[in-house]
């Protein structure tokens, strides 16, 4: 090993090999706190030609590495359990280009999001992927994780902005895919297979994303609803008005309440509601009137807050959930992000609430998400730890009779694996297994995320 590390610090200098358990903390515990290991160094690059050096070092010697954005991920795929080098992509931080005409981002894979929508912004466009984490989430990371988010109603998954990518394979070699157009045939779409690959198959180094243009005026409403299926009634009549969703979230009474208390904040509606949507919708100059006029319509509706624009104040209370509930557990919370068909969300909902209560009495659910996408994000509170396996699977179970994903943004990573075959049949994780074997046959990147069993 000291001759590895030799290597490494001749590679990257002194300074950017990390050894020291007190320097290396934040970097060996997920951001749930759940998933926490130790590593044999942090190796921190600050180019190509270095990552493609210290990753051609590690595979000679067998060594496996985990690589590493933000460390916002959800599913401990970007922590070292067993000793692994962590590759952490933070000095990888430069914006290249924005392109106004072609209307694309070519960065660097460890730039934040919010940089990179910066940058969007400055030539009046945006990133199109968007999410509460983007002050420390990655290009990378998104591109690895193939990010949902808010704004995936409207835009698409990050996948589908992927253009290109420079990645570093397991033996250092460097792939280069980067036609900025949205028209290029040649061969296997490989930006696309590395994205949502959650670092198993290569280090993404840099990336060329295509940029959106943004709505012209947007108006923001939480409105107050009695059932899920009367949020979807809502989302129909506001598209029926001819508006168009920017985003569709759906939270509960506990995790509203959850929410006013943790940050001190003054309940948003006059009465409380089963279920509070939130929605931006895009449209003419006119749209916030149009909103009215779809919510003053609605019938069921139980309250509701309309602002023009984007509203920073009425996205507070959604986007404050995540934090809100990891410092309202007395253990590590259980992070399920499921998606289930439309027109079952009602149904999961109603079992789910059932099947916890009778089997898991102590834990309490709190569930939110991007419901027009069917992705609600089950989350599990002072869930004991002998427990959280067992009601991981029941969910998983009911995911599977309704015939919903049990991943739909966040991955597999580390917490998902021994699930994996409730959403991919045993062709389809041979065929995963095939692709990653070829391209890392000594299967040393991230080993331990993403098992196909
Ligand atoms: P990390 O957490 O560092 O890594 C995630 C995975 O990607 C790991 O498997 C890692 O090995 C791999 N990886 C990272 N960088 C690279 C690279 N350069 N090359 C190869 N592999 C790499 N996720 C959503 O999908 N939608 C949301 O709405 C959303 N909201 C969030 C809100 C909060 C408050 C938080 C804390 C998290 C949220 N997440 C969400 C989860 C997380 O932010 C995303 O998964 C994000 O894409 C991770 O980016 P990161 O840079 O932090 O990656
Ligand atoms: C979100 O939509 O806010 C996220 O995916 C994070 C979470 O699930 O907590
Ligand atoms: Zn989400």
């Not at 950017?16 to 749930?32: C, I, K, M, R, S």
């Not at 290991?37 to 496996?64: D, K, N």
């Not at 959604?318 to 068909?341: C, F, G, N, Q, Y």
Request: negative net charge.
């Amino acid at each position: 090993m000291t001759t590895l590390l030799d290597e490494l610090t001749a590679i990257v200098g002194p300074t950017h090999v990390l050894t020291d358990p007190e320097l290396t903390a934040g970097y060996v515990t997920d951001w749930t706190g759940y998933w926490t290991g130790h590593t044999v160094a942090v190796v921190r690059p600050g180019s190509t030609a270095e990552v493609s050096a210290v990753l051609a070092a590690c595979y000679r010697a067998g060594q496996p590495v985990v690589p590493q954005g933000g460390n916002t991920g959800l599913v401990g795929g970007s922590v070292p359990l067993d000793g692994e080098v962590v590759l952490s992509m933070l000095r990888l931080n430069r914006i290249e280009e924005v392109d106004p005409v072609g209307r694309t981002l070519a960065a660097d894979a460890g730039v934040s999001v919010a940089r990179a929508q910066e940058a969007a912004r400055a030539h009046g466009l945006i990133l199109g992927t968007d999410l509460a984490s983007r002050e420390s989430a990655t290009l990378g990371g998104i591109v690895a994780t193939n990010a949902g988010g808010i704004a995936m109603i409207k835009n698409g998954s990050t996948r589908s902005r992927v253009l290109g990518v420079e990645a570093v394979l397991a033996d250092g070699r460097v792939l280069t895919r980067w036609i900025p157009l949205v028209k290029d045939n040649i061969g296997y779409d490989l930006p696309g297979l590395l994205t949502g690959s959650e670092g198993t198959l290569a280090v993404i180094t840099r990336v060329l994303m295509r940029l959106v243009t943004p709505a012209r005026a947007t108006a923001t409403a939480l409105a107050g609803v009695p059932s899920a299926a009367a949020a979807l009634e809502l989302r129909d009549a506001l598209g029926r008005a001819g508006l168009t969703l920017e985003a569709a979230e759906l939270m509960t009474a506990a995790g509203m309440r959850l929410v006013v208390d943790h940050a001190g904040l003054r309940p948003p509606l006059a009465q409380p509601a089963p279920y509070t949507v939130l929605v931006e919708v895009s449209g003419s100059d006119d749209v916030a009137a149009a909103a009215a006029a779809v919510l003053a319509d609605c019938e069921g509706l139980i309250d509701a807050v309309l602002e023009e624009g984007h509203s920073a104040k009425l996205w507070r209370f959604r986007e404050s959930h995540t934090e809100t509930i990891a410092a309202s557990t007395i253990t590590p919370v259980v992070k399920l992000d499921v998606a289930v068909p439309l027109r079952r969300m009602e149904e999961f909902l109603d079992r789910l609430t059932e099947l916890l209560a009778a089997e898991f009495p102590t834990i309490r659910p709190i569930c939110f998400g991007h419901f027009a996408d069917g992705n609600i994000h089950v989350n599990l509170l002072d869930a004991p730890v002998d427990e959280r396996d067992a009601a991981t699977n029941r969910v998983f179970e009911l995911i599977r009779d309704l015939g919903g994903s049990i991943s739909a943004e966040h991955g597999i990573g580390r917490a998902k694996n021994p699930w994996i075959s409730f959403g991919r049949d045993p062709v389809d994780r041979a065929a995963m297994g095939a692709i990653r074997a070829a391209l890392d046959p000594g299967r040393v990147l991230n080993p331990h995320v993403l098992k196909l069993g």
